[in-house]
């Protein structure tokens, strides 16, 4: 076991924000967000959106990294400390949850690498139509040997910045990634709102329309803000637990939110005034960024730039994240296990890649594997790990913090004004009755409810 002061630290506040907003914007934000937005009422949507983090993402978000900070270890020896007994298979799941999500995150990281090139190499230019831009993709994602490739180098990149460290690695590339991916996000916000025609995406995406929200909604918003902020698997424990204690856990919290849900809000900005521009209608997942989105870019002037921009924006947006749900795995394996760093990186890596290479295959040599309730590998790692293992997660975090460990000692990890001090009581009466409360509704919409009665 290693010893604890040996441990690493963020080399500034700004370097750890940087490395929690880069695991918390991901393909949630670019892909997920603007179409939930856009089908359910909105700048209604958005506005609900708010609420979420208010009374959902932030007080979890404090939460995972007062545990992070005060234990200064991986979820799994955190729980051991706050918890003791049972309560560490709450890490367990956490350390497993980030293992199952990397096996198909990565396959879809890997796919943006290959749009990257794809772009660079102009095959822009024949995805006039639909049929020709589903046509190739589906010909990608069914090509394993392309598919198995771009998932190891996917990987392989993961693995080269984890294995440097906190500071040199992990700190390093999120301070240099997570402006350029805000950057390249406004180039193309410029280039899609100037479009002829972009008004009417633009209505589509932001017009409030409260007519659509209802119950349903909510907790969609709800279950989308939890995912989007990386919460419920010990991520933001593993960050929190590199972190200074002069650093100050309210303000960092608020910041890191803000940056995501600026990320979500622009993605939208930059895809719907430019789809409704050239005249096409938005679907959701893979399809608008995989399907629609390069038939729009076929219709602009220099297209193939804005193309392989904007595929670099989701090759960088999954990085950050896969970046941080390794270092869960690592830092399990370093803290607990006393494995190198170099060590724990190189295994773990490995079994990734290797536990991806089916979910890789979902769309080609497995595609009629099954493996439960008629789902593809692939679809199983994404529901398992999205509808159970996170919102469960989430809701024993707040539990073990609310009632087992008790608020008034963590407390004392929050920023010592107490000027605060009405803020801390809110914070402490979420974490006990209202995100418990929350996270209960989620698992029964999404995973029993949904389960049942998909449509
Ligand atoms: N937040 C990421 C996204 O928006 C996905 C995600 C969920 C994640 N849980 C995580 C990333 C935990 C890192 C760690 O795409």
Same mark, same amino acid.
């Given at each position: 076991?290693?010893?604890?002061?040996?441990?690493?630290?963020?080399?500034?506040?700004?370097?750890?924000?940087?490395?929690?907003?880069?695991?918390?914007?991901?393909?949630?934000?670019?892909?997920?967000?603007? &179409?939930?937005?856009?089908?359910?009422?909105?700048?209604?949507?958005?506005?609900? &959106?708010?609420?979420?983090?208010?009374?959902?993402?932030?007080?979890?978000?404090?939460?995972?990294?007062?545990?992070?900070?005060?234990?200064?270890?991986?979820?799994?020896?955190?729980?051991?400390?706050?918890?003791?007994?049972?309560?560490?298979?709450?890490?367990?799941?956490?350390?497993?949850?980030?293992?199952?999500?990397?096996?198909?995150?990565?396959?879809?990281?890997?796919?943006?690498?290959?749009?990257?090139?794809?772009?660079?190499?102009?095959?822009?230019?024949?995805?006039? $139509?639909?049929?020709?831009?589903?046509? +190739?993709?589906?010909?990608?994602?069914?090509?394993?040997?392309?598919?198995?490739?771009?998932?190891?180098?996917?990987?392989?990149?993961? *693995?080269?910045?984890?294995?440097?460290?906190?500071? $040199?690695?992990?700190?390093?590339?999120?301070?240099?990634?997570?402006?350029?991916?805000?950057?390249?996000?406004? *180039?193309?916000?410029?280039?899609?709102?100037?479009?002829?025609?972009?008004?009417?995406?633009?209505?589509?995406?932001?017009?409030?329309?409260?007519?659509?929200?209802?119950?349903?909604?909510?907790?969609?918003?709800?279950?989308?803000?939890?995912?989007?902020?990386?919460?419920?698997?010990?991520?933001?424990?593993? &960050?929190?637990?590199?972190?200074?204690?002069?650093?100050?856990?309210?303000?960092?919290?608020?910041?890191?939110?803000?940056?995501?849900?600026?990320?979500?809000?622009?993605?939208?900005?930059?895809?719907?005034?430019?789809?409704?521009?050239?005249?096409? +209608?938005? $679907?959701?997942? =893979?399809?608008?960024?995989?399907?629609?989105? =390069?038939?729009?870019?076929?219709?602009?002037? &220099?297209?193939?730039?804005?193309? *392989?921009?904007?595929?670099?924006?989701?090759?960088?947006?999954?990085?950050?994240?896969?970046?941080?749900?390794?270092?869960?795995?690592?830092?399990?394996?370093?803290?607990?296990?006393?494995?190198?760093?170099?060590?724990?990186?190189?295994?773990?890596?490995?079994?990734?890649?290797?536990?991806?290479?089916?979910?890789?295959?979902?769309?080609?040599?497995?595609?009629?594997?099954?493996?439960?309730?008629?789902?593809?590998?692939?679809?199983?790692?994404?529901?398992?790990?999205?509808?159970?293992?996170?919102?469960?997660?989430?809701?024993?975090?707040?539990?073990?913090?609310?009632?087992?460990?008790?608020?008034?000692?963590?407390?004392?990890?929050?920023?010592?004004?107490?000027?605060?001090?009405?803020?801390?009581?809110?914070?402490?009466?979420?974490?006990?009755?209202?995100?418990?409360?929350?996270?209960?509704?989620?698992?029964?919409?999404?995973?029993?409810?949904?389960?049942?009665?998909?449509?």
């Amino acid at each position: 076991m290693s010893d604890k002061n040996s441990r690493e630290h963020w080399g500034s506040k700004i370097g750890f924000i940087l490395a929690a907003a880069g695991s918390a914007i991901g393909l949630g934000n670019i892909w997920k967000f603007p &179409y939930l937005a856009g089908e359910n009422g909105g700048g209604a949507f958005v506005v609900l &959106y708010l609420i979420c983090i208010v009374v959902l993402g932030l007080p979890v978000m404090i939460a995972e990294i007062v545990i992070g900070r005060h234990t200064g270890r991986d979820p799994v020896g955190a729980f051991k400390q706050i918890g003791g007994g049972r309560w560490k298979l709450v890490g367990y799941l956490g350390v497993a949850s980030g293992f199952f999500i990397m096996t198909y995150y990565s396959v879809v990281g890997g796919w943006t690498i290959g749009y990257i090139v794809k772009s660079a190499g102009g095959f822009i230019g024949s995805m006039t $139509d639909i049929r020709a831009a589903e046509e +190739t993709f589906t010909r990608f994602i069914q090509n394993p040997f392309e598919t198995v490739f771009y998932l190891f180098l996917f990987m392989a990149i993961t *693995v080269f910045i984890v294995m440097r460290g906190i500071k $040199d690695g992990i700190e390093k590339w999120n301070k240099f990634l997570l402006p350029l991916l805000f950057i390249i996000l406004i *180039v193309l916000i410029i280039r899609s709102l100037t479009l002829e025609g972009a008004s009417a995406g633009l209505a589509f995406y932001l017009k409030p329309d409260f007519s659509k929200v209802d119950v349903k909604t909510v907790i969609e918003a709800m279950g989308q803000c939890f995912f989007s902020l990386s919460l419920g698997m010990g991520a933001m424990i593993t &960050y929190g637990s590199y972190l200074n204690k002069e650093d100050k856990i309210l303000s960092s919290s608020l910041q890191i939110v803000t940056l995501d849900t600026f990320a979500a809000i622009l993605s939208g900005l930059a895809i719907f005034p430019a789809l409704f521009a050239v005249g096409m +209608t938005p $679907d959701k997942g =893979p399809g608008l960024t995989f399907n629609i989105l =390069p038939v729009v870019f076929s219709k602009m002037s &220099y297209g193939s730039v804005f193309a *392989v921009l904007f595929f670099i924006l989701l090759f960088i947006a999954a990085l950050t994240s896969s970046i941080s749900l390794v270092e869960v795995v690592v830092a399990f394996i370093t803290d607990e296990k006393g494995w190198s760093r170099r060590k724990a990186v190189l295994v773990f890596g490995s079994l990734i890649f290797l536990l991806g290479i089916p979910s890789a295959l979902s769309f080609s040599t497995l595609k009629d594997v099954r493996i439960f309730f008629g789902t593809t590998y692939f679809d199983f790692m994404d529901r398992l790990t999205t509808i159970y293992m996170l919102p469960i997660g989430g809701l024993f975090i707040a539990l073990c913090l609310g009632w087992k460990y008790g608020l008034k000692n963590a407390i004392h990890e929050l920023d010592a004004d107490t000027r605060l001090a009405a803020l801390k009581k809110m914070w402490a009466f979420s974490i006990r009755y209202i995100s418990p409360l929350i996270l209960v509704a989620i698992i029964l919409y999404f995973g029993v409810y949904r389960m049942l009665f998909p449509h």
